[in-house]
């Protein structure tokens, strides 16, 4: 048996719907593998699939077929751009917490055989904070929050924190400020969540920059493509690149935390 490498699992969050959650997973994604990284995104928004629309890709299979022992997890990888490795959500998949002991062990083989061939694995959680979200977050090692600068955004990240620091003690998020007039609203946006997090909760809350609004990512959305492919030099796409360096340098878990078993295993029992 070769031991597994350590694989870094990044959940992508927000709260709230319409923060361009989706958009930062698949193009960070990208940024990453243009860095030489093995990117795997997993399409954890079961009621509402999206990534594969984004990037207008079909898939014939899902997360479901797998489940239910018809294939394995190769056969639903689908290729994405840039060299990045999209598994398609399943509407299926809230049975995560009802497998049986045979399932559980699958989808926990499925996802070590994956790792081998993994860097990083980015989880695109759904919005708001369901079950099957919260179950995804506490088994990934980071969480990278999405905010955007509506009020509801601020509270509804504040709300995930909260849930996720009393219930479940995480007590470290990264915050990303997305479609910003400007980096100082970024900070702004930043300081906002934190003056209320350091009142209530005790978590530490670490800001890793800002996207800005920009028209390329709305064009990139209307043609199918990732911004980061469509238009590179766009101020959005250069924003992710940077991101990606920041990423890059968060340190990778070492064994057995690091392990694709492990992340699947919290997933189950979560």
Not at 183 to 195: C, I, N, V
Request: hydrophobic share 45%; aromatic share 4%; with cysteine.
């Amino acid at each position: 048996m070769s031991k597994p490498h350590p694989v870094q699992v990044i959940a992508v969050s927000g709260g709230k719907g319409g923060v361009g959650k989706s958009n930062i997973s698949v193009n960070l994604a990208i940024a990453l593998a243009g860095m030489g990284r093995r990117v795997v995104v997993l399409d954890a928004d079961l009621g509402l699939a999206n990534i594969d629309v984004l990037l207008g890709i079909t898939s014939q299979r899902n997360l479901a077929d797998v489940l239910s022992g018809d294939c394995d997890l190769k056969d639903v990888l689908v290729e994405g751009p840039g060299g990045i490795k999209i598994v398609p959500a399943s509407s299926g998949t809230q049975r995560m917490t009802q497998l049986s002991s045979l399932e559980h062990a699958g989808l926990i083989n499925a996802f070590s055989e994956l790792g081998d061939q993994t860097d990083v694995l980015i989880v695109d959680t759904a919005a708001g904070i369901s079950e099957s979200v919260v179950s995804f977050l506490r088994a990934a090692q980071e969480l990278l929050l999405v905010v955007c600068d509506e009020p509801t955004s601020i509270t509804d990240a504040y709300a995930l924190i909260k849930l996720m620091n009393r219930d479940y003690g995480v007590d470290r998020f990264r915050i990303l400020a997305n479609q910003v007039r400007s980096e100082q609203e970024g900070r702004h946006l930043f300081s906002k969540l934190t003056r209320v997090t350091e009142r209530f909760l005790d978590v530490a809350l670490q800001y890793v920059g800002c996207v800005p609004y920009d028209e390329a990512v709305r064009k990139a959305v209307q043609r199918q493509r990732a911004v980061i492919e469509a238009y590179p030099r766009s101020k959005a796409a250069l924003a992710i690149k940077a991101l990606a360096q920041k990423v890059d340098s968060w340190p990778v878990p070492s064994s057995p935390r690091g392990h694709l078993e492990f992340f699947v295993e919290r997933l189950v029992q979560a």
